[in-house]
């Protein structure tokens, strides 16, 4: 009887620090791919929690120190040939979250640290890894052009100007500061902070998403 697929969910964690998109990586300290950088996740079989969402958040806190308010199933991904023990089916999340440090609480686990995605593709990753994030990162710039999820990766409360640059490190391109502003304010996303801080020598009011900012789209591109 030939063994039934492995089942796992593997989480790519975006988060905003120093002006760069970073992801979240963990150092595997077990085989196959001991020694290398991987996303955190793991096994279904045996996982705590009764959804696969569940089991998604638990192994990133195991493996990492990191909860997470946002997240959503990007994709699923299987074959015989991304791990090496045998046939192997990935159920894969993404996740914006305000940058924090990052731990681990695991003994199969080496190490956890955020990297700029941009230093990504120099990097040997386990599994198929490396493809997984190629696809999560196209999905968060898609969705960066309709609407407002990468606010996600922002430490609450914010700028109007700190969202439009993340939007704009996402995409990789200016955003018209006018336009994006309007568009905004229209929508009806954001919620004042009540306070003021200083933005580019200036004053600048402070906000929060609104639960309506998650699953909101525009019908036109932000960038339009």
């Given at each position: 009887?030939?063994?039934a697929p ?12 120093e002006?760069?998109?970073?992801l979240?990586?963990v150092?595997?300290?077990?085989d196959p791919f001991?020694?290398q ?5 793991g096994?279904?079989a045996?996982?705590k ?7 998604a ?20 991904t299987?074959?015989?040939q991304r791990?090496?023990r045998?046939?192997?089916?990935s159920?894969?999340y993404?996740?914006?979250?305000p940058?924090?440090a990052?731990?681990h609480?695991?003994d199969w686990?080496a190490?956890a640290a955020?990297?700029k995605?941009d230093e ?7 599994f198929d890894h490396q ?15 309709y609407?407002?999820v990468a606010?996600?990766?922002l430490?609450?409360?914010f700028?109007?100007s700190q969202?439009q640059?993340i939007?704009e490190v996402i995409?990789?391109?200016p ?5 994006f ?6 929508a009806?996303l954001l919620?004042?902070a009540?306070?003021i ?5 200036r004053?600048a009011a402070?906000?929060?998403m ?9 019908v ?5």
């Amino acid at each position: 009887m030939e063994k039934a697929p492995f089942l796992t969910v593997d989480s790519v964690i975006f988060s905003f620090d120093e002006s760069a998109l970073k992801l979240l990586l963990v150092k595997r300290a077990i085989d196959p791919f001991n020694d290398q950088w991987s996303l955190p996740g793991g096994m279904v079989a045996g996982a705590k929690g009764n959804t696969l969402e569940a089991i998604a958040r638990d192994k990133l806190m195991i493996k990492s120190g990191v909860d997470v308010d946002y997240i959503e199933q990007v994709f699923t991904t299987g074959n015989d040939q991304r791990d090496p023990r045998g046939w192997s089916v990935s159920v894969v999340y993404s996740a914006l979250i305000p940058y924090q440090a990052a731990h681990h609480n695991a003994d199969w686990v080496a190490d956890a640290a955020w990297f700029k995605v941009d230093e990504l593709a120099s990097m040997r990753l386990a599994f198929d890894h490396q493809d997984i994030i190629q696809v999560a990162l196209e999905r968060l710039r898609q969705k960066s052009l309709y609407s407002i999820v990468a606010g996600y990766a922002l430490p609450a409360p914010f700028t109007l100007s700190q969202l439009q640059h993340i939007h704009e490190v996402i995409l990789g391109k200016p955003i018209q500061a006018k336009s994006f502003r309007r568009r905004i304010e229209q929508a009806d996303l954001l919620e004042p902070a009540g306070e003021i801080q200083l933005d580019r020598g200036r004053p600048a009011a402070l906000f929060r998403m609104k639960p309506a900012a998650r699953k909101y789209t525009f019908v036109r591109n932000l960038d339009g």
